[in-house]
């Protein structure tokens, strides 16, 4: 059983999910500025190689008491104004292939389940290992259900879902962008470093792992 696992961000579509679904939420008044006032900064520090782990759960405090059927609209909304024109015709390429030669393809992200379930859909993607909102009565609570799945914690959970379904991490293949990845590539099998940032880059090549540029979207 042949598993490919690939990143979102940067490495699926050209720029952050959440980024895409900010802007759609702003667009149609659901957030305001102040809302996200600290999200800049947080970038910022992701950028330097000094992550703040617990970004995504201290970010989603602001959209508690938001209902779930409104976040659902807005993410399908933002998904196909914003974010289809944002996915790289390689990794639909890529994907395709995978599928039709009969192997699995999941996401593993610290995005929010709701926000690339439009995106799942288009891929034909029907499985993915993601951060997930807590909602209560139809309406986010403002927290995580569990935790936000990001570096050290997206690699414990993709660690345990190949546990549970019997899986050998050598026949699981992960593609990413991201530094804060470099665990999770490390324990699966085969590695891929697609768009890079410079970390990885230095990494990927110190591990001899395989560097893949995707460059053209659908936009």
Known sequence: MIINIFDVDYTVIKKPSALYFIQEALSQKVIRVSQIWGLPFEWLRYKMGKPNTDFIEQAVRHIAGLEKK???DLAETCFLRRMESGIYTD???????????GETVIFASSSLRDIIQPLERYLGISESIVSDLEFSDGKATGRINGVSLFGGKK??????????????????SFYSDSYTDIPLLAYCGSAFAVNPDRFLKKEARKQGWQVMRFRNTLG
Do not use: F, G, T, Y
């Open 70 to 72: 409104v976040l659902e």
């Open 155 to 172: 690699k414990n959970a993709v660690e345990q879902w190949v546990k549970d379904h019997n899986i050998d991490p050598n026949d699981v």
């Open 91 to 101: 990794a639909i390429q890529l994907i395709s292939e995978m599928q039709q030669r």
